[in-house]
């Protein structure tokens, strides 16, 4: 019976970001939400649980003391348990320093697993580096970008996408993937997920509990926001709207 | 010996990553060294494309997958210290890059879309993007080394020039890695590439089938275009091959005219088409994002606009 640890953050939807006076981010107005692709990682890790006959999935996020609510929200997708790892200075974090304070985590407090799941990326920076970055801290083989996955006798079996097709590859357990979207549909938590999630464990880690430094090695110099606005002409689907609509094609000089 | 390195598993990305690396080199005043698979570009090549040294990589065993060089990058890399490592940022890239990374406990740029030495700092100044495309993040690496990884097409191929000269040396065949391909699975059709096309018209969630898609293509072949999709009619409901993806996780496009069919305007997809030069649209939903980022836009079904252009188009 697999153990599964799946890694979780809770990030800004972005879709709800305004472009603020002098191209600042304006987050005024924004919620959060656990991220798009890790939403595939929890699903993926509850699944394989459920096909290994029973284990268990321990989550494991890393964020500030108002990510409590990703917690319960991971909580009620089918994990077991989870580990917080919150501090107020956790916060925007380089995928470096995230990738040192989960293996020292779970290297600390999860003794014995077969699997770990990530996501392809984050929903907010996108670097798509915490998973074989972790992999590479705890010294376990590593395959990213997985949209098909099993495990059977200390194994493990996934097609990984890559740019001239799939690789499809093996790799002994303990291992580390990263999980593309298609890989599977992501459950919608009803009411009585939620109200479960409330009864599941949290293990809530602090910084002063921990032993690494965790510097990051780069510098955001800025962080501004990025214009993708154009004149945004409605016109009507009425013979007038179409009529201008093909001038407007012919007038930019791309067609006859 | 510092210097600027590339690590590339073809031909393509090493010429692009050379014009990369040479967008520095001359300002650092130092060296370009191409590390590259056997069999993509040949010493000659490198050399003649601004690399002053070119290491390369030994031929994989049968089963054994590009990350299996990973020891001896590492290796090489601690022996001589370079500035900077530029891989492209494809599935086996990024995958070595972050690995790599972690080994040497360096700062990595993902998906880096411009790049630029800053004499003043003596950093590395490096821009990508953040949010599913909102923002623009602008990195600053000072310490060495600072490993990047570059979206393919992003930056200009290298010329290659006269008379230049440069060392070459062999690598030795890494030790086995623990992951093994037992199968590969070539693209069984490789659909067309988009990322130079002139014209795309773009299907999206608005259609109701997959047998509409038609319409869309038949709109592309009225413009001389190529068809495009949104994420969701690839992945989700596999309408269309993912190669036609356009967005922050598929392809990013140019082309002089971009039709938007029933596409909704997420940002994670218009940052695909932000080097577009005219975007338009047709959206039933008169609120949808994708009006303000559009030139212009008709607010209607498409299924009814669509053949109406096809005829306008016609006259």
Redesign the interface.
Known sequence: MPTIVACFKWVVDEVYIRRGAGGALDFSSVDYKIGEYDRNAIEEAVRQRDAGGGGSVIGVTVGTPESAKGVKDGLSRGMDQAFFVSDPSFKDLEPSQTAAILAEVIRSRIPQYDLIACGEGSSDLYAQQVGPRLAELLGIPCVCFVQKLSIEGGRLRAERRVEDGVEVVEAPLPALVTVLPDINTPRIPGVRDTLMAGKKPVITVKRDELTGTFEGALKTAAMTASSLERTGEKLAADSAGIARFVDSLRKSGVIK | MAGIWIVAETREQAFELLGAGRLLAPEMETTVTAVVAKGSASPQECIARGADEVLLLAELAPGE?F?AQLPVIEQEARASSPHAILFSA???G??TA??L???L???????CTALAFDKATG?I?ME????????????????AP?VITIPPRSFEPAEAMDGRQGKTRELPAPPP???????????EKVSKDITEA??IVCAGRGFDKKEDIALARRLADA??GELGATRPLT??LHWLPEDLCIG??GVQVKP??YVGLGVSG??QH??GV?GA????SVNRD?NAPI???????????LY??VP??LE??ET
């Open positions: 997958p990350g494809t599935a086996r990024k995958e972050a690995r990374s972690a080994r406990a360096a700062g990595l740029c993902s998906a950093s100044v990508r993007l953040a949010y599913g495309g909102a923002a623009i993040q602008k990195l600053a690496a000072s310490a600072v890695s623990a992951v093994k391909i037992v199968e590969r699975k070539p693209k002139r014209v413009l001389g992945e989700e922050l996780s002089e005219l997420q940002v218009m940052t932000r030069k005219v975007v338009c008169e009006f303000a980022l559009s030139d212009f836009g008709i607010v209607g079904d009814e606009v109406k252009i306008k188009l």
